[in-house]
């Protein structure tokens, strides 16, 4: 039987460093909801769309053959059969991706996507926002994940700085927090723990200690 583990919550909590150990351990696929939403962001940016136009954006869907695979502990974005996983990491994808985001209709295309990739992958590890409440309700495991602000924006340039990007760390600060609010607010999909899911504070944890508590976890309820 396939189990579906669902690791939800805001940016820079860990979850996509976490998730990726976890399938790894687990032997699991490992699927990053945040890239399907910022590879439509960035195939609507290519094809000159207005993002918010939902017809326009669905053409772009529909014609731009996205993928999405599991490549070395990594996940290999590709539009067209380009890669673009590196692109859609981009200041500017980032600052764009709430016009998807936020669309209901976008969210619908999105949510199949994700169950389609479930049904084809078996047991998987599933992180974003929405994975517990919407998209995967029955899921086995549910987490949420979650760290101060100041923490979460911290390890964010950390990242940045390791890839050789400047990035002013109250300019990340700032950019995560009107993230999280538009996540927050939002009438479809908002960013919030579901009803059943284990909460996890991260802020004074490494990887290792959320990989290894996770893990008890399930180990524990199996
Ligand atoms: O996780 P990541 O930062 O890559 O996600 C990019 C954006 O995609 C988030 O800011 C959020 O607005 C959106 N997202 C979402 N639902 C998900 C995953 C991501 O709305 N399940």
Redesign the pocket.
């Given at each position: 039987m396939s189990t579906i583990i669902t690791i939800d919550g805001p940016?820079g909590s860990g979850k996509?460093t976490v998730s990726k150990q976890l399938a790894g351990k687990l032997g699991y696929t490992f699927l990053?909801?945040?890239?399907?939403?910022?590879a439509v962001t960035w195939a609507g940016m290519r094809s000159g769309v207005d993002l918010n136009d939902t017809a326009a954006m669905t053409e772009v869907i529909n014609s731009s053959n996205l993928d999405f695979q599991n490549s070395g502990g990594e996940t290999l974005v590709t539009c067209r059969g380009e890669d673009i996983s590196d692109e859609i990491r981009s200041r500017d994808v980032?600052e764009k991706?709430?016009a998807v985001?936020a669309n209901p209709q976008m969210?619908n295309i999105l949510v199949k996507m994700q169950r389609d990739f479930a049904a084809r992958h078996g047991s998987i590890v599933t992180?974003?926002?929405?994975?517990g409440t919407v998209?995967f309700p029955d899921a086995m495991f549910k987490f949420f994940l979650d760290a101060t602000l100041e923490e979460r924006s911290i390890r964010r340039y950390k990242e940045f700085k390791a890839k050789g990007i400047d990035y002013d760390l109250d300019e990340i600060k700032k950019s995560i927090e009107k993230?999280d609010n538009?996540?927050i607010k939002r009438s479809s999909?908002p960013l919030k723990p579901a009803d059943d899911a284990v909460r996890i504070d991260t802020s004074e944890m490494s990887v290792k200690d959320v990989v290894g508590y996770i893990l008890n976890h399930i180990k524990s309820g199996a």
């Open positions: 940016a996509s990053d909801t945040g890239a399907m939403y910022r980032t991706v709430n985001a969210r992180e974003g926002r929405d994975q998209v993230r538009s996540d999909g």
